[in-house]
């Protein structure tokens, strides 16, 4: 039998190509990939009676609720120089990440009818609620920038520096995607506690406070914990891009640093399992 | 007339080796019993959770499958047809054993889940992009798909606005929009009425000959005879014969309908046809 299969350069089904192949294989399955998520996108708001109109409102509303609460209620704006562009801005770039996570752990599992009929390699699927997640920032910085401007920020051209501080939180993002993704697909369990990770994720990341003021009552390693950590890095970077006042060089390597590696290490990561996703 | 085809193929070059298959579900099935408690009682004591259940629906099959040739694989249900052929198109990884395929099969099946809330438009351009078409390529065959699927104003509405049968209807078009070395047929006959069967079946026959091969999964085993010039019997995921079509259909019928057997007679005997459209088995 071994022969025949030689003779004949049968090759195993459903066999995972190599690396470069799988890339090559996803590239060209980029028409579905952006097709795709266009459609799950306006599929999320379907149902509702002010359908796409959701897509400003769930920014503008979470904006509210979270400066009712730590801005009027608790005053948490001690030590912050316009505390609401600095509270909207860290919504609405840790959401990203939120969002990126929750999709990618679902990313498998809600797609099963897909995957049980068609080939296509699966890094498809997280890729694209990826860029679900994404489509919803861009759609959440047409409120964010007015409150940025509104609250007296003037434009400059470091405002620019937006484009770039995105690129890169999409990679992270999107290697975050491919990881969560795996493992959602393996064990059933991780969306039921996803939501408490983030929730302790989003109170250390410096989302409602200053983690400068904060760490200042620490020790000197809480502070460097603290800023290292990539939920803070991208919402610092953003807040430097559209916020006067005095920012660090080395966040843009700390945001490079986490892009490149965590995206690498999410893609090699769920590539080592692809053949186990069609196994439900 | 496949029976020419499959005699001529003898030394024909293999497109499917399937070497001693076996395929495993495993399912993480509902907690029935004691609730939370007993849920966290059994983590503490490190038991595998009663709800992970594993089905072994293939058992060690083995086959060689050649150019040319359109194979039947027929069976009670539950006997693992659709497994193997979900095995041979690679979504599904053997526990054991291994398949091999020239080319990339292409699964064509009624479970074709396609996405319930977009419209019957917005699933002809998302199923074809994500065969593997080109934006250029959807355009040329979008009226196609549309027209063979004759499902009319219908096209512009969710998915989940359907009946099972327009359903399958759209989907089966998408599917057969493109060629296949391997093709791969679950059931996809079984629903629409007749009128779409018929050309269905047509649509078949035209694929068969673009393809090398095609493997049918039907509970229809007139559809077998007719389409099919060898055949599979499988029982509880292991092969019970495997040959020329008419003898392995033939066995499996005096097996498990001896009924239709002896209607059958009785027609052939009183000058009728020998294959009418009601010969449907009642495996179960």
Known sequence: MDELIARYQLRRAGARPGVVDYTRELWGRRHFILAFSTANNA??????????????????????????IFGVLLHTKRGVH????????????????????????????SNVGLTRVLHFPRAVLPVSSTLVALQRLVYSMIIMLPIVLVTGERPRWQWLLLLPAI???????????????????????????????????????????SIHTFAADHGHWVKVVLEVNPGAVYVELVRAALIEGPRGQHLWWLAVGWAIAVLAAGYLFFWQAEEQYGRV | MSDAVSEASKDAEPTVVVDDVHLVYRITGRHASAGAPAALKRLVQRQPPPGMREVHAVRGVSLIARRGEAIGLIGPNGSGKSTLLRAIAGLMTPESGAIYTQGQPSLLGVAAALMNDMTGERNVVLGCLAMGMTPEEVKQHYDAICDFAGIGEFISLPMKTYSSGMAARLRFAIAAAKSHEVLLIDEALATGDAEF????????????????????????????????????????????????????????????????????????????????????????
Request: glycine share 10%; net charge neutral; with cysteine.
């Open chain 1, 167 to 209: 690129a890169l939180q999409s990679m992270f993002c999107l290697g975050l995607a491919f990881i969560i993704a795996r493992i959602g697909a393996k064990v059933p369990d991780t969306s039921q506690l996803l939501p408490f990770l983030i929730r302790t994720w989003l109170y250390i990341s410096g989302v409602f406070y």
């Open chain 2, 197 to 284: 069967r018929r050309r269905s079946e047509a649509r078949i026959r035209e694929l068969r000959e673009a393809a090398g091969t095609v493997f049918l999964v039907s509970h229809g085993l007139g559809v077998v005879r007719e389409t099919c010039g060898r055949a599979i019997w499988l029982e509880q995921g292991r092969i019970v014969a495997d040959g020329e079509a008419d003898a392995v259909v033939g066995a499996y019928e005096a097996r498990h309908d001896p009924q239709a057997v002896e209607e059958r007679l009785a027609a052939a005997a009183a000058g009728g046809k020998l294959w009418s459209a009601a010969d449907e088995p009642s495996s179960a």
């Open chain 1, 82 to 109: 316009n505390y609401v562009a600095f509270l909207v801005i860290g919504i609405f770039i840790f959401t990203f990440t939120q969002s990126s996570l929750i999709g990618g752990a679902r990313a498998i599992s």
């Open chain 1, 43 to 68: 599929v999320g708001y379907s149902a509702s009676f002010l359908g796409q109109a959701w897509q400003l409102l769930t920014p503008l509303l979470n904006a509210g609720v979270y400066y009712l």
